[in-house]
Structure formats: C-alpha cells, structure tokens
C-alpha cells in the first residue's frame, strides 16, 4: 500500500493475490472427514459454519496476534488423510488452513488445547442437536509451520497440489 501511495507500484498491485502459505509462518489445518458424500456435504457444510468461532477463540488468546481462515478449500493428498481407525480407509474429506502470527513476546510457548478443544466440542454437541453430526463424521487437527518439517503432513512448498 505504501508503494501505491508513494507512486512506486500501480494501483493494480492491490488487488494481485497472496500466496496465503507464505504469508504466514504458522497454521492449523482442520479435516473434516465422514465415510460417504452425503454425509460429507451436510458435516462439512456445518463445519465451515462453525470455523468463525475457532477464529474469534484464537484471537482471544494472548499469544495471538491475528488469526485468519483461507477460505479456500482443500482436498488433502491420498497419504495426508488423518488416520481415524478401522472403517475409514477411504474418507470424503475437506481441509482449511488457518493463517497464524504470534504476539512476539509469547510465541515462545503457546498452547492452543483449550480453543480447539472448545472448537470440537461445539461441533459435537450443537451438531448432535441440529442432527448434523454422527458418529461417522470426524474432525482433525494439525498445527504446523511453513518451514519444511519432516514431521509435518504437509509440505508447503507443494501445497498448490491440494485442489
């Protein structure tokens, strides 16, 4: 923006599109899973819905300073499926990216347990009562980092490869 007003780039710059994997260096990846299509579109659809309370919950916390949802949706790679036992060795899934950036003074130790275990829980129980939740429908999560991590699911410099 600064470069706009300044004269040094056109107006046009603004509106060119960020790559979102390396806009920030930390991420949550939620999957959300069920055994059939069906299923899939009526969890998944509830699930989305739900993802602002997830972001407002992240916000709150004093670690983060911002908080910010792709709303592009991803289907993962045959080999990134989470592993939710016997019964889904071929799950319809669906996967958001959640930019992350840390207050500086408190990413050193950051604890995400108590919002995503909040996040789970409403889906659950409100699914459950609005009879869009079963036991066939799961959801997972994943914090990771854009830096290569052999230990990560997913490899960012790949990540156009998810569609």
Request: aromatic share 12%; net charge neutral; with cysteine.
């Amino acid at each position: 923006m600064k470069d706009i007003y300044e004269g040094r780039a056109e107006w046009s710059k603004l509106f060119e599109e960020v790559n979102f994997f390396t806009r920030y260096k930390h991420f949550i990846s939620l999957t959300c899973a069920a055994k059939n299509e069906e299923d899939h579109l009526i969890f998944c659809g509830f699930v989305e819905s739900k993802i602002r309370h997830l972001i407002g919950a992240l916000e709150r916390n004093q670690g983060i300073s911002l908080a910010h949802i792709n709303p592009r949706q991803y289907k993962p790679l045959p080999s990134a499926v989470p592993q939710f036992g016997s019964g889904y060795e071929n799950p319809v899934c669906t996967l958001w990216f959640i930019g992350l950036e840390f207050d500086r003074a408190m990413a050193k130790a950051f604890d995400l347990t108590v919002e995503i275990s909040q996040f789970h829980h409403i889906i659950v129980t409100t699914g459950i009562k609005m009879k869009q939740y079963n036991e066939y429908m799961k959801l997972a999560h994943e914090v990771l980092s854009n830096k290569l991590d052999k230990r990560s699911t997913y490899n960012f410099a790949d990540i156009n490869v998810l569609n």
